[in-house]
């Protein structure tokens, strides 16, 4: 595939699809392939990890042409990405939100910077798959049917699939961010659970903290060639 000159970034080259809407009515899009979706990318789940919706869209739009076989989601949770929060506009974090086995009323904690302590509570909502944006993407891979999902996510600085698998490897081998088989605490209702449970691939793409710029630099050129099929999926 044929890369946009620098001077056409500033736009995308196709339009997305609406697969849904959020709680507040924001549509929710999805770029679609040229071919049979093999791969979906989805960036945004929580709306403060905004860098990962920035370094997909850069990277969508270095395309001449739709890619052959990813669908692109870029802002699962585009409430939280306009209000910089965790969770969506019901303050429910949607990567717990998610009808597993394991899903639990119970609030969740996390640390707003990594280096900070876990003492910040939202919600994994009021059941399992309670939310809008949730259980739109759940019927857009349905209806996709993804060898695999690539969700991107910020910022532990690795790359989690408990499987180790050949697109997990090669994206570790293409960043030098180590491959890991768990990121070291529960994640219950989580969308990572929840496509292991339906029998789908989940590489977990956890950006490092840095600056804006070294994310860019070191992540776009390897989502772009992901996009292109330069990957163990093609």
Sequence with gaps: MKRRPRSEMGSFLCSPEPYGRSHLGCPLEVWRPAGRCKILLHAGIHGEEGETTMALSRALRLLAEPSPHCAVVLAVNPDGLARGTRGNARGVDLNRNFPTRDWRPDLVMYRPARHEPRDVASSPGTGPASEPETRALIRLIQELEPEA????????????????????????????????????????????????????????????????DSVMKRHVPVLAELLMGVNPWS
């Design 149 to 212: 999902v690539v969700a991107l996510h910020s910022p532990l600085g690795c790359i989690d699939d408990d499987q180790e698998g050949p697109l997990a490897r090669w994206i570790a081998e293409r960043t030098g961010l180590p491959l890991v088989a768990e990121v070291g605490y529960p994640t219950p209702g989580s969308f990572g659970t929840w496509g292991g449970e339906q029998g789908i691939t989940v590489v977990t793409y956890e950006f490092e903290m840095t600056d804006k």
